[in-house]
């Protein structure tokens, strides 16, 4: 399954509740801090969608995923699985292409903390390279990875977000 579905680090000035306006760029170089990676990685390409071509995506991107739900758990599960992630799905990293894809229907500052999440997959990808396979050892990776983002995306939300509430207002450039 592909719900991945992932520059130099710098000293930013990061204050929380200052309601600075982060950049692409920044909460990339952010992100790396936090997952410790001191050598250079280019950024990956960011595409900020509606929720109708985030969906497509997604779907388009899942298709191999879909069709082992589906042999693995019939059509009527495979459709509930399809259909839950996309009643949720905020932003994505497709491996292939090595683009991130961000809702840009989400409130500025969590939408932020969305680009974050994609931005430490697209690193888990480049600095570890890909998971493969099926099997346990392969879906306890795969969770892994996805707390590890998931801990990167609350402690964005923690740092940035809550401290400028009620406003959150640290819209991208």
Request: include cysteine; aromatic fraction near 10%.
């Amino acid at each position: 399954m592909r719900i991945l579905v992932g520059v130099a680090v710098v000293s930013l000035a990061f204050v929380p509740g200052l309601g600075h306006s982060q950049s692409s760029e920044e909460i990339f170089a952010w992100t790396m801090q936090q997952m410790n990676i001191e050598h250079p990685v280019a950024p990956p390409e960011v595409q900020w969608v509606d929720g109708n071509e985030l969906k497509q995506v997604f779907t388009e991107n899942n298709r191999n995923a879909y069709m082992q739900w589906k042999s693995q758990y019939g059509a009527d599960q495979a459709n509930e699985i399809m259909h839950s992630f996309l009643e949720e799905i905020l932003g994505l990293f497709i491996v292939e292409t090595q683009v991130v894809y961000v809702g840009n229907f989400i409130e500025p500052c969590r939408r932020q903390s969305i680009l974050a999440h994609e931005f430490v997959h697209y690193l888990q990808q480049v600095t570890q390279g890909p998971v493969t396979g099926y099997g346990e050892e392969t879906e306890r990776l795969k969770w892994l990875r996805e707390f590890e983002a998931q801990n990167i995306e609350t402690l964005f939300v923690e740092q940035f977000c809550k401290a400028n509430a009620p406003d959150k207002a640290v819209a991208l450039r």
